[in-house]
């Protein structure tokens, strides 16, 4: 399967616990993006990269909040000190863009990461 | 006011019926739209484009009205699989990011 991947596809944590999860873009796609989505909701924005360059976080994103994409390849997405609020759904999406374009581009979503936080 | 929005449904429809969702945005400047389909607990995946000239693939047409700010979406001959929610997705050309409206849900019903 050469799709987006994600993992874990689910974690359990304790309120306070520092997590991480990965994503591993379909090979060769410039840009990758992630996600968070409620119950109920739309994914929402929290930051995307072009290449390993991160180009824009989303104010959803608090400084408990860090991601990387340190070779341009797969992205890491960390949250510490976990809170109940945190619970979601995040997912990654990846795609390609030729040259600089500001348009938008199709993007291929992975299976997501299910959070809870007790 | 919301940038994207949908009517959350529940849209419940028989089997061959046609139904039609929409979904208005707040930015004039936005210029790329999408439809995603996304079934339960499950990612998101593309449906189609929507282009100013309105596009159709299949039992599904998309339509674009910049005037009134909002787009179609126009599902014939519903099936069973049709089943699903249906999140509009808007991109500004300034940023890069996507924004999704929260989707319509649609059950089609034997």
């Known amino acids: 399967d050469t799709g987006v991947s994600q993992d874990p596809r689910h974690k359990i944590t304790k309120r306070g616990q520092n997590v991480t999860f990965r994503c591993d873009p379909i090979?060769?796609?410039?840009?990758l993006y992630w996600y968070r989505q409620t119950l109920g909701q739309g994914p929402e924005f929290l930051t995307y990269f072009q290449n390993e360059a991160q180009l824009e976080k989303s104010r959803l994103l608090s400084d408990r909040f860090s991601a990387e994409r340190p070779k341009g390849s797969f992205s890491t997405l960390e949250i510490q000190r976990t809170e109940q609020g945190d619970s979601a759904m995040y997912l990654c999406?990846?795609?390609?863009?030729?040259?600089?374009?500001?348009?938008?581009?199709?993007?291929?979503f992975g299976p997501g990461t299910r959070l809870l936080v007790l | 006011r919301k940038e994207v929005e949908q009517d959350p449904g529940p849209f419940n429809v028989p089997e061959g019926a046609t139904v039609a969702f929409n979904c208005t945005y707040s930015?004039?400047?936005?210029?790329?739209f999408f439809w995603y389909r996304q079934d339960c607990r499950k990612e998101p995946k593309l449906l189609m484009s929507v282009y100013s000239s309105g596009n159709e693939d299949g039992r599904f047409t998309a339509q674009l009205n910049r005037a009134s700010q909002y787009i179609s979406l126009l599902i014939r001959d519903s099936k069973l699989s049709d089943s699903a929610t249906y999140l509009c997705v808007v991109n500004y050309g300034g940023y890069q990011k996507v924004t999704f409206g929260t989707g319509t849900k649609l059950q089609v019903i034997p």
């Open positions: 930015n004039s400047a936005s210029q790329s």
């Open positions: 090979s060769e796609h410039n840009r």
């Open positions: 999406a990846s795609s390609l863009v030729p040259g600089l374009t500001r348009m938008g581009e199709t993007q291929y």
